[in-house]
């Protein structure tokens, strides 16, 4: 079966700070993964989305970046955080098999930029 | 492009009592409809999707939803709420491309002992 890890569950760092996230997927090869956020008490945003190694997508314009350098490896990253980058930061997956993209979420990273 | 609106942000029900969330899209097409769940603190999981064929899908954890065409709506129902059900409830709508799959604003559901 299939599982997705992110690491790491909960991070705090100051403004200005470097960030990386990694997300990780078993189970499957060739999947289209996704980074979305979720701020407090809202809905999802999704960031990037990618269909394969070293294929990225953006949908909103940010500070952020991802990078996959790996088929079942995908990073999101920033130079220098502010304090509107905290929030719940969440990576899916998807197979291409099937074409109803069903999306599988991991647990989450918990962001708190100060 | 689709979209999905949940018009219940929050939603509180006794334990025991049946339990409807609503959902509604827009799409030019034959949309995939989605629910998830997610729990303080956590990740989504998938309660069931809707592709094609029987209007009525069952999900995991006792939950079912009905794809309406007419309503272009897509409901979440379970018939008896427990404790554990409290949670956000997300409705989702999806293209068969990854880019275009949205999410709606989510229910909160609370749920009264």
């Known amino acids: 079966s299939q599982t997705i890890h992110q690491w790491p569950a909960t991070l705090v760092q100051p403004v200005g700070s470097p960030l990386s996230l990694e997300c990780t997927v078993e189970?499957?090869?060739?999947?289209?993964l996704y980074w979305y956020r979720q701020a407090a008490g809202r809905g999802l945003q999704l960031l990037f989305y990618?269909?394969?190694?070293?294929?990225i997508s953006s949908e909103v314009p940010q500070n952020l970046s991802a990078s996959r350098p790996q088929d079942r490896q995908f990073i999101l990253s920033s130079k220098k955080l502010l304090l509107s980058d905290s929030g719940f930061y969440l990576c899916?997956?998807?197979?291409?098999?099937?074409?109803?993209?069903?999306?599988?979420f991991g647990p989450g990273t918990r962001l708190t930029v100060l | 492009a689709q979209s999905v609106t949940q018009p219940d942000i929050h939603i509180t029900v006794s334990e025991g009592a049946s339990l409807e969330l609503r959902c509604n899209y827009s799409?030019?097409?034959?949309?995939?409809l989605f629910w998830y769940v997610q729990s303080p603190g956590q990740g989504l999981q998938l309660l069931l999707k809707?592709?094609?064929?029987?209007?009525l899908v069952q999900g995991i954890k006792g939950f079912e939803a009905e794809f309406k065409r007419s309503q272009s709506s897509f409901n979440l129902r379970k018939p008896s709420v427990h404790w554990s059900d409290a949670a956000e409830y997300f409705c989702?709508?999806?293209?068969?491309?990854?880019?275009?799959?949205?999410f709606g604003p989510g229910t909160r559901l609370s749920v009264l002992p």
């Open positions: 809707y592709f094609s064929g029987d209007t």
């Open positions: 189970g499957t090869s060739n999947p289209n």
């Open positions: 989702a709508v999806g293209a068969g491309y990854g880019q275009n799959f949205v």
């Open positions: 990618s269909v394969g190694i070293g294929q």
């Open positions: 799409y030019g097409a034959t949309p995939y």
């Open positions: 899916a997956w998807s197979p291409k098999e099937g074409g109803t993209d069903t999306q599988y």
